[in-house]
């Protein structure tokens, strides 16, 4: 009898241990989608269901009539915001309170991964101000970093890096060029293929034609670190739900010999640029002008093009900082940029490229543009004239607003905030220090509040004379705030 009392009792203590984190918001009195045990509200993305993007659509259109409510990431507690105005004092008035991503990455395990800015974490202590940028006391790096790294895709930086671009894409057309007959390929092999070149030459200072030598370690290297297997899966969900038994089994999410070959292509290429006195325009060379304090903020004003990157004025410094960056903080970066930008451009491109297939008429009049473009420059691309193709600018715009690279991003608070009441169903809200908040960019740029028939692909939306109907905190491709892509504006 003892024994099926004990029985009994165990269960109910399992059972009540397993349901009491899904019903976190509800004692808060914020409504919440109903949770699954174990999944939280992920369950039909394991189940294979639905895609993530398709999730966070579900997940948005849940709660209609509500600017934020309460979700599972598993037995994640998760605010989930829906107005642009919550987005925005979350992610730029309340930095302070919000200046971390959710940990993915731990240091103690994925070092490399972990010492990239975006996955950094960085309490803001304002100590002072030197040359227009924040200094910050404990020596938070993130915010160093982030300040010596902005300089680097201003526009005078990107013409340097334009020609190395440039090179790519002519690798890339002469290589179909050569093709005789009808060629048939797969979209985003080619387009993957082309990133990486574009990445190692710009990040890593080393040249690849990928669509030629198809088996170049690069390439092959770079598929191993972005491919999402079951196993890596694994490994990131336990970094996240159980931090302490990821750092005790040594549960990294890049295989330490990846980390160790981009670890040293940089270390050998910074050798060999010391050693030679070589020069090259591209990050590693941005990167070491950053160390050594000469590297600032020389042509503020220049960008152009609702798609590139806007830095806050705190960073746009005309002075130089000199941050104290190591070899390894460049890897991390170069490789941060590899991770970021692999497999999210040629994504991208692929959209653009259906989008233009099926769009003839976009695809005319964007092919009239650039005709012209070429017709006036002699038939060369230059720096100046992609930043004059006004309606290329209006198409990848539309592209990211309706195929977003991301689908959604997060911010964790690192101190209590609150949420005032402003609907008539709801009550002023204090939240703890911790809490996570879900920012679901996928369906933001999919309601028709914010986009009429945002299903429709409409470049128009971006011509310079409708920019004003887009509501701030609505076209997020990039993340929003000093924690987003710092890299926008070179994709």
Not at 352 to 373: F, G, H, K, M
Request: charge should be neutral.
């Amino acid at each position: 009898m003892f024994f099926y009392i004990a029985i009994i009792v165990l269960i109910y203590v399992l059972v009540h241990a397993l349901w009491q984190p899904f019903k976190y918001w509800k004692r808060r009195n914020i409504p919440q989608l109903k949770p699954t045990p174990l999944v939280g509200n992920f369950g039909p993305l394991l189940r294979r269901q639905c895609s993530i993007a398709e999730l966070v659509q579900d997940i948005y259109n849940s709660h209609p009539n509500h600017r934020y409510f309460g979700a599972y990431q598993f037995f994640l507690p998760t605010l989930v915001l829906k107005d642009p105005e919550l987005i925005k004092k979350v992610a730029v008035k309340e930095f302070d309170t919000f200046p971390e991503h959710r940990t993915v990455a731990l240091e103690e395990v994925d070092s490399l991964l972990a010492s990239n800015i975006f996955f950094m974490k960085g309490k803001r202590r304002r100590a002072g101000v030197m040359g227009g940028c924040y200094r910050f006391a404990g020596g938070e790096k993130w915010h160093v970093l982030r300040c010596a790294l902005s300089p680097a895709f201003t526009s005078s930086k990107l013409k340097a890096m334009f020609a190395l671009m440039q090179e790519c894409a002519q690798q890339f057309v002469e290589y179909f060029e050569n093709q005789t007959g009808v060629i048939t390929l797969e979209m985003k092999d080619a387009f993957t293929r082309y990133t990486n070149d574009v990445i190692g030459s710009t990040a890593f200072g080393i040249t690849c034609n990928s669509l030629k030598d198809r088996d170049n370690t690069f390439y092959a290297m770079g598929l191993q670190a972005t491919s999402i297997t079951l196993f890596r899966g694994l490994r990131v969900f336990m970094q996240t739900i159980s931090p302490r038994l990821a750092k005790i089994f040594q549960l990294s999410i890049v295989p330490k010999f990846i980390e160790t070959y981009f670890v040293n292509i940089i270390r050998e290429s910074i050798s060999i640029r010391k050693e030679k006195g070589i020069v090259r325009p591209d990050m590693i060379h941005l990167l070491l002008e950053a160390r050594q304090g000469r590297l600032k903020y020389d042509d503020v004003g220049e960008d152009s093009g609702f798609a590139i990157a806007q830095e806050s004025e705190a960073r746009k410094s005309h002075g130089a900082l000199k941050a104290s960056i190591t070899d390894e903080d460049i890897a991390a970066q170069a490789f941060s940029f590899f991770l970021a930008g692999f497999d999210t451009s040629a994504t991208a491109m692929c959209f653009a490229a259906y989008e233009l297939a099926v769009n003839c008429d976009i695809q005319r009049r964007l092919q009239s543009e650039i005709d012209t473009s070429l017709a006036s420059n002699q038939g060369e691309i230059t720096f100046e004239a992609v930043l004059g193709l006004a309606y290329l600018d209006q198409v990848v715009s539309e592209t990211l607003r309706k195929w977003p690279p991301i689908t959604f991003t997060d911010r964790k608070s690192v101190a209590p905030f609150t949420i005032e009441a402003k609907l008539p169903h709801e009550q002023t809200t204090h939240f703890e220090a911790g809490t996570v908040c879900w920012i679901p960019i996928y369906a933001i740029h999919r309601d028709s509040l914010y986009y009429p028939n945002p299903g429709v692909f409409d470049p128009e939306r971006f011509h310079k004379d409708n920019l004003h109907k887009i509501k701030p905190g609505t076209y997020l491709p990039f993340g929003m705030g000093p924690k987003n892509c710092i890299g926008e504006s070179i994709e």
